[in-house]
């Protein structure tokens, strides 16, 4: 593996660098600022809807408020945002969150707060993610050229502002007040449609059949499911989704918490974020010839994540494995992004993407809600060993899938130039798409 062995074989030089497109600067400032009002969004409402006095009950419906709606939206999101253009769907999600959080800030700063308007104002938080999720992967290929090393700086982005975002949210409740943080937030939110706006003039392969809302969905589904590397990929995912990431958070903090104190966890927290700021470095340098067999052998190493605990090692081998595992993670994260983003048509990718988040967020839930009740059953050691099992497994099935292994990457955002062999043409004129020199 080479860092570039694609362009050796092409004879071409290397892209240019993401930096140099104005267009990407300011797209990922602004995906920036959105990811940290996300990470602090989470702490900012646990800790208040407590603070309130609604208890451990009471932060179970905020959050849940927030997430069925994204759950349930989350595909017609991705019909709008090709409908509409994501940047539209994007800027209009963020001002919506802009006028969420500022409610959150006044119900706080009044001091009398129930906790349905908390539910209110988190489900429209959370309907308004849902409108600006899926635009975002159908974004990178129009700002860079290199939609892998974009891919890498986001998620590099994104590790540090998990770093980030929850303690500062945490500090700022606890020496601030619980309406500073979500005026915070709400700034971020602002910050991000602030540099999403100029990227407006993007060219856009729209979607202007006359379709209905349904029929939508189905083409979406049809580019979905026409791809079996795409499929194969997401079915895996969702079982991994059940039977690792679901268990690992909640039993995994626990163990480690009981093994290692609080603070021993919350280094073994940083050192995982630390590998995925490493997983996103490498990202930016290696160009593996088939990204997702790369990818999912680097993701071998998450299994490590719910092992350590589950066999009880030492601090510094269980911090190790952090590392490791999130450098697995955040690389395979790169892979996939890519993958994804440089073999579907311009036209479907907001829907593609759609059934791409809605597929590998669904089911995560429902393991977490039965993590608990298994490791009464079994120990939570027991759980958390067949997760990293069951990581194995499935990450071996992936690698037996033909076509998944033998999907090569593709350069210099060729997703929009063709359909591939199986795809419809949306609206039968093509998905190719021109970017504009604009912004």
Same mark, same amino acid.
């Given at each position: 593996?080479?860092?570039? $062995? ?12 993401? =930096? ?28 208040? %809807? ?25 595909l017609?999101?991705? %019909? ?5 253009t994501? !940047? ?10 802009v006028?969420?959080m ?13 906790? =349905? ?8 938080s ?6 600006? !999720? ?13 939609? !892998? ?12 502002s ?5 303690g ?5 409740? #606890? ?9 915070v937030?709400?700034? #971020? ?15 856009? #392969?729209? $979607?202007?059949? $006359?379709?209905?809302? =349904? ?22 995912w ?20 009981? !093994? ?13 974020g630390?590998?995925?700021?490493? /997983?996103?470095?490498? /990202? ?11 990818g #999912? ?8 994540? *719910? ?28 892979? =996939? ?14 829907r ?26 079994f120990?939570?050691d027991?759980?958390?060993l ?11 099935a992936?690698?037996c899938?033909?076509?998944?292994r033998?999907?090569?990457?593709? $350069? ?6 063709a ?8 609206? /039968?004129k093509? *998905?190719?798409a ?6």
């Amino acid at each position: 593996m080479t860092t570039d $062995d694609t362009a050796a074989a092409h004879g071409s030089g290397p892209l240019p660098s993401p =930096w140099r497109s104005r267009r990407f600067r300011l797209f990922f400032t602004a995906r920036s600022a959105s990811l940290l009002a996300d990470g602090m969004l989470m702490v900012s409402v646990t800790t208040s %809807v407590l603070g309130a006095g609604f208890g451990a009950t009471g932060v179970g419906y905020a959050l849940a408020a927030w997430m069925v709606p994204i759950v349930l939206l989350i595909l017609f999101g991705g %019909v709008l945002a090709d409908r509409f253009t994501p !940047q539209l769907m994007m800027v209009g999600a963020d001002a919506v969150r802009v006028v969420v959080m500022l409610g959150m800030a006044g119900l706080f700063a009044a001091g009398s707060v129930r906790l =349905w308007q908390i539910m209110a104002l988190m489900a429209v938080s959370g309907a308004a993610t849902a409108m600006f !999720q899926p635009g975002l992967a159908s974004i990178v290929p129009r700002v860079a050229e290199d939609i !892998q090393r974009a891919n890498a700086l986001l998620r590099i982005s994104e590790s540090m502002s998990t770093l980030i975002g929850p303690g500062l949210a945490g500090f700022l409740v #606890a020496y601030g007040d619980r309406a500073g943080s979500f005026l915070v937030i709400a700034a #971020a939110y602002g910050v991000s449609a602030g540099g999403l706006l100029p990227l407006r003039r993007l060219a856009t #392969a729209r $979607d202007e059949s $006359d379709a209905p809302m =349904w029929r939508r969905l189905a083409t979406g589904w049809h580019e979905f499911r026409s791809r079996s590397w795409l499929w194969g990929v997401i079915s895996l995912w969702a079982v991994y989704g059940l039977f690792v990431f679901g268990p690992s958070v909640p039993l995994g903090a626990a163990l480690l918490t009981e !093994q290692h104190g609080a603070g021993g966890y919350g280094w073994i927290a940083s050192a995982d974020g630390l590998g995925t700021i490493v /997983g996103g470095l490498l /990202g930016m340098r290696v160009r593996p010839r088939r990204p997702l067999v790369a990818g #999912a052998c680097a993701m071998f190493f998450f299994a490590l994540n *719910p092992l350590a605990p589950a066999l009880g090692w030492n601090f510094v081998l269980t911090a190790v494995t952090g590392v490791v595992a999130g450098c697995g993670f955040a690389f395979w994260g790169v892979m =996939w992004a890519t993958s994804v983003q440089s073999h579907i048509p311009l036209a479907v990718l907001s829907r593609v993407s759609a059934y791409d988040i809605a597929g590998s967020i669904v089911v995560i839930p429902l393991g977490r809600a039965l993590a608990g009740p298994a490791a009464e059953s079994f120990g939570a050691d027991r759980v958390l060993l067949f997760s990293s099992v069951v990581s194995f497994v499935l990450l071996a099935a992936m690698l037996c899938v033909p076509a998944i292994r033998g999907l090569t990457r593709r $350069d210099r955002g060729e997703a929009g130039a063709a359909p591939e062999p199986g795809a419809t043409p949306v609206s /039968g004129k093509g *998905p190719a798409a021109v970017e504009s020199a604009a912004g």
